[in-house]
């Protein structure tokens, strides 16, 4: 069974930098897993930020941004806001089948 | 603007059935590949299924934990899309929601299995 893992928890300073990862179970991530990255809020549903790696929607802030780093699909928020303390998920495809990460629960202290 | 609402969740007993619907609009939806993603209570998201646009096949592809129980279908005379649960579980209790294709999200309908 494939498995995507994220760090569990953050936390980062207003202002600072912070960059979430995601790995898979099955060896380095490519652009070929077409990563995604989504924030949820609580209360609210997942809203999409990054597709195909590093594309951004029409609403994604201009301080997140995604990458592949060391074999992992990324997400960088530089400089953090307040606002943007909330959940963090990838997702990989294989196969045509997507996989979501465990989430990454982003505190900005 | 594009919305995605969800209908048809509710309370249903073990080894039952329910069919979720998703009423799109404010896009193409012939078009449109579309996604359902569950998110247990208190859980992460989990992926459901996909299904591709009739253009492009109108194949689906589901998670290997509903695949044989959901099924996704749509139908784009109604600018609609179903997920049909059989043989419900426990385990299947969450909120589900439609997207296209993870880029617009709907509110979500829960889905309760219990006796």
């Known amino acids: 069974q494939t498995v995507v893992t994220q760090e569990p928890s953050l936390t980062v300073s207003p202002g600072g930098t912070v960059t979430l990862t995601c790995a898979s179970s099955?060896?380095?991530?490519?652009?070929?897993?077409?990563p995604n990255w989504f924030q949820q809020k609580p209360g609210q549903p997942p809203r999409a930020l990054i597709y195909g790696t590093s594309n951004k929607h029409s609403w994604t802030p201009a301080r997140f941004s995604g990458s592949l780093l060391g074999g992992k699909a990324a997400l960088t928020l530089s400089p953090v806001q307040p606002e943007d303390e909330a959940d963090y998920y990838c997702l990989l495809y294989y196969g045509g089948a997507g996989v979501f990460g465990g989430g990454t629960k982003l505190t900005v202290l | 603007e594009v919305q995605v609402v969800e209908s048809g969740g509710g309370l249903v007993k073990p080894g039952g059935s329910l069919r979720l619907s998703c009423a799109a609009s404010?896009?193409?939806?012939?078009?449109?590949?579309m996604a359902w993603v569950r998110q247990a209570p208190g859980k992460g998201l989990e992926w459901v299924g996909r299904i591709k646009s009739k253009t492009d096949g109108g194949t689906t592809v589901h998670a290997a934990p509903v695949k044989g129980r959901f099924t996704i279908s749509r139908d784009d005379s109604k600018n609609t899309l179903y997920l049909q649960m059989n043989s419900l579980k426990i385990e299947d209790t969450a909120v589900y929601y439609c997207t296209t294709d993870l880029k617009d999200w709907g509110q979500g309908t829960l889905v309760t299995v219990s006796s």
């Open positions: 404010g896009f193409t939806f012939t078009n449109a590949y």
């Open positions: 099955t060896g380095a991530v490519t652009s070929g897993y077409d």
